[in-house]
């Protein structure tokens, strides 16, 4: 594991940072995939996110109803 002063050391040294975002469905399962892209002076690093949503939106719904009283 990295640690966190000599991520952000790599990071200093980045020339360029770009990001795409997406989402996509798989079996019923909303996936938010974020690709990070760091360029730096010796290579170009790659980091893709992918997240699933669904148990973000079952704790919401469970928080709403507890909110509604139902």
Known sequence: MVSRSRFKWDLDLADNLEWESSRRMESSTV?????????????????CLEISV????KILKKMLLTALGA
């Open 31 to 47: 996936v938010d995939v974020i690709i990070i892209y760091l360029k730096t002076r010796w290579r170009i690093v790659e980091i």
């Open 54 to 57: 669904t148990r973000s939106r």
